[in-house]
């Protein structure tokens, strides 16, 4: 029987346990994208991790959405990571960066003015997180067709340099409502041209990032996080099931690293809509790359989906945000810090590298 503390093997890269980190913002890198020795530390706490999955990093200045979030498309940049993956490895942990453009996710008073871009003319649904203030999204700049190509190679350049900075592997953020989720999902995408209309229009712009990507580096470093039942930022598909059916089966035959699925969170449930509601059994049999599975996780929860071979590892994202020695305190069923939400956004060290590990005769 698989659990959380048994190793896996991720195609050669040896992974101590299956206790990963999801992804997560958390608005701490300079304005001009260059991760701190702040965001090294908070890595470097959290190499005990059988995986470390970054903050979505944006691969171009047009793919820029979120205040403060780092880069990975300028040397600065990479340098700033390249600290930062020296340090995870030498505490002997692995480390994936989650590359990113926000599509339609922005707004121009964080842009120079400049609006941001998406498939069609559809506003983001929900409000923006600028330092003034929540405001509401503009409607985007739809992007023309020959503006798609150097987007998918912004991606490629993206993984180069990520290869460069050290990284174990890269992984496509095409979850949450971001510009691969806004062309795969008929909600946001209402284009006529060769990336809208049939599924396989509208699955182009992922398949052709991830293939990109692979071109870039290597199959088995490249990783995919879908959110099939997401509907953060009002995303909508009129069929789910074919839409991320069809896109999981096209990433299973390209045989990429890993496929990385969101359950539908606590809050979603509630709102009753959701089509999915498993997601890792629902797709399982559709793929069979390594799957990470994500939300809502605790240590039964997350062995029950070992045991029961819907997943192959498992991510936590509050719960490792809020404890630096995660599997530790799993392995020993010690007790939990408590997050504190109003500093996941925040500025330093507050509620981000002071979270204490347990005491080691606890
Ligand atoms: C503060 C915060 C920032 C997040 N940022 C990202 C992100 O950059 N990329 C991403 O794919 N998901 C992001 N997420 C989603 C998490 O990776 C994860 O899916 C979510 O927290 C649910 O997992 P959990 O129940 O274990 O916390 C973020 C979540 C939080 C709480």
Not at 269 to 275: D, M, P, Q, T, Y
Not at 334 to 350: H, M
Request: glycine residues 10%.
């Amino acid at each position: 029987m698989p659990t959380l503390f048994d190793a896996f093997d991720l195609h050669g890269l040896k992974l101590a346990n299956r206790v990963l980190m999801s992804p997560m913002t958390r608005t701490r890198a300079q304005d001009n994208g260059v991760p701190t020795d702040l965001i090294r530390d908070y890595y470097v706490q959290r190499a005990s991790a059988g995986l470390i999955i970054t903050e979505c990093t944006q691969v171009s200045d047009q793919g820029h959405g979120i205040v403060r979030a780092p880069g990975i498309h300028r040397q600065d940049q990479i340098d700033g990571w390249g600290r930062v993956t020296d340090a995870v490895h030498a505490a002997g942990g692995r480390i994936y960066l989650q590359i990113w453009h926000c599509g339609r996710v922005a707004h121009p008073d964080m842009r120079g003015g400049e609006l941001p871009v998406a498939p069609s003319l559809i506003p983001a649904a929900g409000d923006f997180f600028l330092p003034s203030g929540r405001v509401d999204f503009p409607i985007p700049r739809q992007l023309r067709i020959e503006e798609i190509a150097p987007i998918v190679e912004s991606f490629a350049q993206a993984t180069q340099n990520a290869r460069k900075a050290g990284f174990d592997g890269v992984e496509l953020h095409g979850a949450n409502g971001y510009l691969q989720d806004q062309f795969l999902q008929d909600g946001s995408n209402k284009r006529t041209d060769a990336y809208g209309g049939s599924v396989e229009n509208r699955a182009r712009l992922m398949l052709e990032t991830a293939q990109a990507m692979i071109d870039a580096w290597s199959v088995d470093r490249v990783g995919v996080r879908l959110s099939p039942s997401g509907t953060l930022y009002g995303m909508s598909d009129s069929d789910k099931l074919s839409t991320f059916g069809y896109v999981i089966r096209k990433l299973d035959a390209m045989k990429v690293g890993y496929l990385h699925f969101t359950e539908p969170n606590a809050r979603v449930l509630e709102a009753g809509n959701v089509l999915i509601k498993n997601v890792a059994q629902t797709f399982r049999p559709m793929t069979s790359v390594p799957l990470i599975i994500n939300t809502g996780f605790d240590k039964t929860k997350a062995n029950a989906v070992l045991v029961a071979r819907d997943a192959d590892l498992v991510a936590f994202g509050v719960p490792f945000l809020a404890n630096p020695d995660l599997p530790e305190r799993l392995r020993r069923d010690l007790p939990l810090n408590r997050p504190d939400a109003a500093s996941f956004y925040g500025v330093g060290a507050k509620g981000y590298t002071d979270y204490p590990a347990a005491p080691s005769n606890a």
